[in-house]
C-alpha cells in the first residue's frame, strides 16, 4: 500500500505559478512511476504528467506542455508538479499517482492521493 499525499493547490490568477507536491512515506517510492492526473467538475480524470521512477524520462500531456514540469526527488519520496502560465482551463482537482508504469488511462494506476485543488481565475 502507498499513501499519497498532496498539497500545494490554491487560488491564483491567470499567468500566476504554482507548484504542488506529492509525498509518499514509503521505503519503496524509487520503485515507483509517478503522475499526476487532474480532473474538472464534470469532466473525466485526465492525464496530465508522468515521470519515471529515475526521473530521467517524463511526458506530458499535449495541454500542458512546455507550461508544466514534473520532477521527483527520490531521497525525499517526493514528487512536484511546478505549473507556469495558469490558465483558467487548469482549474481542477489534481491527484497524485503511483504504479509500476504510469498509464494515461486513470482506472490502471494503482494508488492515489486525495486531491488538491486549483482554481485559476481569469
Known amino acids: 500500500q502507498v499513501q499519497l499525499v498532496e498539497s500545494g493547490g490554491g487560488l491564483v490568477q491567470a499567468g500566476d505559478s504554482l507548484r504542488l507536491s506529492c509525498a509518499a512515506p514509503?521505503?519503496?517510492?524509487?520503485?515507483?512511476?509517478m503522475g499526476w492526473f487532474r480532473q474538472a467538475p464534470g469532466k473525466e480524470r485526465e492525464f496530465v504528467a508522468r515521470v519515471t521512477q529515475s526521473g530521467l524520462s517524463t511526458e506530458y500531456a499535449d495541454s500542458v506542455k512546455a507550461r508544466f514540469t514534473i520532477s521527483r526527488d527520490n531521497a525525499k519520496n517526493t514528487v512536484y508538479l511546478q505549473m507556469n502560465s495558469l490558465k483558467p482551463e487548469d482549474t481542477a482537482a489534481y491527484y497524485c499517482?503511483?504504479?509500476?508504469?504510469?498509464?494515461?488511462?486513470?482506472?490502471?494506476?494503482?494508488?492515489w492521493g486525495q486531491g488538491t485543488q486549483v482554481l485559476v481565475s481569469s
Open positions: 514509503v521505503r519503496t517510492f524509487s520503485r515507483y512511476e
Open positions: 499517482t503511483a504504479a509500476r508504469r504510469i498509464s494515461s488511462r486513470w482506472s490502471d494506476n494503482d494508488y
